[in-house]
């Protein structure tokens, strides 16, 4: 037998074991999560374009089906639906509202239910700003609509359906 010198590499950590088995390093800096919680009208507004997905796509038939795999009435699944209705710049300003660190929601669907009662753009987002100015500042707080985005979000609401007499008034 010949005498050759073995060399054993071992890797290993100096960090702390978690309970999983994993191995947390002291170097590693954990990132820091947002404080507070997502606002509820937020989370309902993605859950509406979830839902208009899943119709979409067949996942389900119906609103009625939603309802009965959500275990909640087709009313109430209407009423998330309806946020649906709003225009694309109010719902994306609901579902980039700060997050709510301490007390209740500064936004609820009854609120925006006047805002939606509306299907013409331009009147909900009168509304909408109506219902801006009642609340806090922290909220109100977002950056304003550029020009770029306001004359974005016009030609946006002149892409929208027209109605038959719409269209004979405008030939």
Known sequence: M???NLTLRYAFSTGQRKAKGEIENENDAAP???????PRIARLVALAHKFQAMINAGTVESMAELARLGHVTPAR?????????????????LLFLPPVERGHDPIHLRELRYVCQTPIWAEQRARWLEL????????TAQPETTAANSSASSSASACRPTTSSQRSKAN
């Not at 820091?32 to 997502?38: F, M, Q, S």
């Not at 699944?77 to 300003?93: S, V």
């Not at 801006?132 to 909220?139: A, G, S």
């Open 77 to 93: 699944i209407t009423q998330i639906m309806d946020l649906l209705l709003l225009a694309p710049d109010i719902q994306e300003a």
């Open 32 to 38: 820091a999560l947002p404080r507070g919680h997502i």
């Open 132 to 139: 801006k100015d009642t609340l806090p500042t922290e909220v």
């Open 2 to 4: 010949s005498q050759d």
